[in-house]
Each structure stands twice: as C-alpha cells, then as structure tokens.
C-alpha cells in the first residue's frame, strides 16, 4: 500500500467520529415533562404567531423526537405528509425540487425572504 493512500486512510479514520457526531448532533437529555418553551421560549412565541402555531404543527413535527431523530435543521422529507406539492416542484413559487426549504423560509415565521 503507498504512503499517501495509508495517511489518506488514517486521516479518515481520526476525523470519521467527528463528522458522524456533527450529522446526528444530540440533544441535551429533557425530562419528558417538560415543554420545549419552558427552555426556548422565544421559539415558541415566534412560532405561535405564526401559521404552525395557530394551526397546531408542534415543535416535533420537524425537529423530531429529541431521543431518537432530533434534527436542527430538518430536511423537506418531514414536509412531505402536507406539503408535497412544494417538495415535489409542482406548486406555485416551486417549480424545482428543493435541497433545503429554508433558503427561502424562516423556520418558524415561514415567512420568506422574497417580500412575504
Ligand atoms: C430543559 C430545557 C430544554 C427543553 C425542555 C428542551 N430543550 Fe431544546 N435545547 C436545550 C439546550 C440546553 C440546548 C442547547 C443550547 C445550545 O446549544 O445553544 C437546546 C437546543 C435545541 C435546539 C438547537 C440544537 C442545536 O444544534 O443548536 C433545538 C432545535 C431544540 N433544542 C429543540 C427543542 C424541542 C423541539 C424541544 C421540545 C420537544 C426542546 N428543545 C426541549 C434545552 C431544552
Ligand atoms: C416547520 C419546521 C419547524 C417547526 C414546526 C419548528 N421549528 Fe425550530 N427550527 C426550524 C429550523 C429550520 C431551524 C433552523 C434555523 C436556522 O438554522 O436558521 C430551527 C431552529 C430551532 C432552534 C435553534 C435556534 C438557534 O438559533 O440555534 C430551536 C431552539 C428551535 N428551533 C425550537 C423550536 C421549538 C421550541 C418549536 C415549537 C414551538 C419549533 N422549533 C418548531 C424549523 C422548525
Ligand atoms: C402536519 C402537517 C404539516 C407539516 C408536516 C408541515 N406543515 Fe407547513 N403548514 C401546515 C398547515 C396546516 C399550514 C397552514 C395552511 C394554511 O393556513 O393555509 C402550513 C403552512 C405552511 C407555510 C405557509 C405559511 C404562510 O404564512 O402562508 C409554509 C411556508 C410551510 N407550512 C412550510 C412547511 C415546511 C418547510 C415544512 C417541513 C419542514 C412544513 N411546513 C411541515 C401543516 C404542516
Ligand atoms: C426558492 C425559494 C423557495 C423555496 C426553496 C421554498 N419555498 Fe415555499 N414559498 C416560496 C415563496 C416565494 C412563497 C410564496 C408563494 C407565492 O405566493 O407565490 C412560498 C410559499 C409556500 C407555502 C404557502 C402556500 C403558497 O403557495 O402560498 C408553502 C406551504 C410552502 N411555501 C412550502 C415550502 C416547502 C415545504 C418547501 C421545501 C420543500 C419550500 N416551500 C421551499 C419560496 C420558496
């Protein structure tokens, strides 16, 4: 085996923990009591002005069950279920299949940064 293709090797193997650890970053353990907003009230307020919030879209939904498929920044696979229209393409204002939904909304405003 050359001597690049070992380092190549042992490079990934040091570095491969940490570039797993950032893909499925943990949340800190919660008493399952407790509500999100007790600890990120201004999430929560944001939230419940706006269209999730007053339609009930919980905190879940999304960010997942904080044990098992906790996600920051989750993906349009969690859309799907009621918006599959805008993650397919084949709505109004998405007429490409989307990598990321935020690029243009807010999580939590869903508003967009194309004047609404
Ligand atoms: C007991 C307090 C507490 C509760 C309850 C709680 N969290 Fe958190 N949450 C935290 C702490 C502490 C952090 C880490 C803060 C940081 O890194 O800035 C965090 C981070 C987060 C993050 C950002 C993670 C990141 O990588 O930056 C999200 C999203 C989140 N929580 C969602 C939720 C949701 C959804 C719920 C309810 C299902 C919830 N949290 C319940 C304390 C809590
Ligand atoms: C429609 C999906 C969606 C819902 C529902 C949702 N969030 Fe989020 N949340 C996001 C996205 C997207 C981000 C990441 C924003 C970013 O990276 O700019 C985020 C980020 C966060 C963060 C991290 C903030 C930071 O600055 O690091 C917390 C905490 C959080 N959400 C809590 C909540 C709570 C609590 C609820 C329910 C009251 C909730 N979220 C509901 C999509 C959502
Ligand atoms: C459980 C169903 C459900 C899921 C899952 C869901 N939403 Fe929604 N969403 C709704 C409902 C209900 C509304 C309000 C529709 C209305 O009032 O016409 C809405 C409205 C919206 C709006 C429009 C907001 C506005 O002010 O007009 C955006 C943008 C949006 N959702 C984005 C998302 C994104 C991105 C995801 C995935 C990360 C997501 N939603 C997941 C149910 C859902
Ligand atoms: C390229 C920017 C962009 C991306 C990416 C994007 N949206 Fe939108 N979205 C918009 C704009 C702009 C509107 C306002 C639509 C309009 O009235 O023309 C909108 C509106 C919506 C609405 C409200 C219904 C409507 O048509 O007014 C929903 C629901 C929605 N988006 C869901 C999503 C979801 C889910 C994703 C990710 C799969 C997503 N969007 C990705 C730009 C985007």
């Known amino acids: 085996m050359g001597m690049k293709r ?10 491969l923990p ?3 650890m950032a893909a499925s970053k943990k949340h ?4 399952v009591e407790q509500a ?8 929560a307020v944001t939230w419940q002005e706006h269209k999730h919030g007053l339609m009930g879209v919980g905190c879940v939904v999304c960010h997942g069950d904080l044990e ?3 996600l ?9 279920g009621c918006h ?7 709505a109004a204002g998405h007429k490409t299949k989307p990598k990321s939904c935020w ?7 869903l508003l967009t940064n194309q004047g609404r």
């Open 72 to 80: 920051k920044r989750p993906g349009p696979e969690r859309c799907t």
């Open 28 to 31: 800190p353990p919660v008493q």
């Open 84 to 90: 599959a229209e805008q993650v397919s393409g084949r």
């Open 6 to 15: 070992l380092i190549t090797i042992l490079l990934v193997l040091i570095f």
């Open 18 to 20: 940490v570039i797993s």
């Open 68 to 70: 098992k498929n906790f």
């Open 36 to 43: 999100c907003s007790e600890c990120h009230e201004a999430e």
């Open 103 to 109: 690029t243009c909304h807010n999580g939590h405003t």
